[in-house]
């Protein structure tokens, strides 16, 4: 069965601080890996990646995939208390996402 | 160009109630999902469509879906328990060559009493 596991699940630091949340997967028929950030609705698309060693980056978040060992992290940078949320990686096969738990982040000013 | 629209927003129901929560996308892709997020579990995969006239199921019994048309993906709770208090989210990708990620409606929250 496709699994994602998502670590930690659960991080709190200050405001500057630099932060990486880990994202493992075993699937079958991998296509891409997706990054979302959720505050109080829906889940906000950040990063698909679909090649291994290739980084994507927005502003102060970038994204790097390494398909050998099954993981992938997301880098954010210079916190701001508006990173405060819960980010989401997924695993997009042929027919669905496969989620991980999450990973609440909280940016203490 | 709304994207994936979800209604309501809210709702409460009785068990063994039955309801239908709507999704409709505006993107023109053939695929949509309907997934449930319950604290600490993350998204969970109820139902899939590849495209109007086919759905296909992941977890028992419970919910229904039809696919009449590329735009609308309704998902029917058929008699309503308390397991099925939840956070519902509907998803579609946007319309483009290559993998496209999928971009979700803003949620109905469902509680069963």
């Known amino acids: 069965e496709d699994k994602v596991v998502q670590s930690p699940l659960s991080l709190v630091v200050h405001e500057g601080d630099t932060v990486t949340l880990n994202c493992s997967y075993e699937?079958?028929?991998?296509?891409?890996l997706l990054w979302y950030k959720q505050e109080k609705k829906a889940p906000t698309f950040l990063f698909m990646l679909t090649s291994s060693g290739i980084e994507k980056k927005s502003g102060r978040l970038s994204s790097i995939l390494d398909k050998k060992e099954l993981f992938s992290i997301l880098n954010i940078t210079a916190t701001q208390t508006g990173d405060s949320a819960i980010y989401l990686c997924a695993e997009q096969g042929a027919q669905k996402l496969v989620f991980g738990q999450g990973t609440r982040l909280t940016i203490n000013p | 160009n709304a994207g994936v629209t979800q209604t309501p927003k809210f709702h409460i129901l009785k068990t063994g109630q039955s309801m239908t929560l709507q999704c409709a996308q505006d993107m023109n892709h053939g695929y949509m999902s309907w997934y449930r997020q319950d604290p600490g579990m993350g998204l969970r995969l109820i139902y899939y469509s590849a495209a109007a006239g086919t759905t296909d199921k992941e977890v028992p019994n419970g919910y229904n879906v039809s696919r009449l048309n590329t735009e609308d993906f309704p998902l029917r709770l058929v008699s309503a328990a308390p397991s099925q208090t939840s956070v519902y989210l509907c998803?579609?990708?946007?319309?483009?060559?290559?993998?496209?990620?999928?971009?979700f409606g803003d949620g109905t929250r469902l509680s069963i009493l």
């Open positions: 998803a579609s990708p946007r319309r483009g060559s290559g993998i496209q990620p999928q971009h």
């Open positions: 699937v079958t028929n991998f296509r891409s």
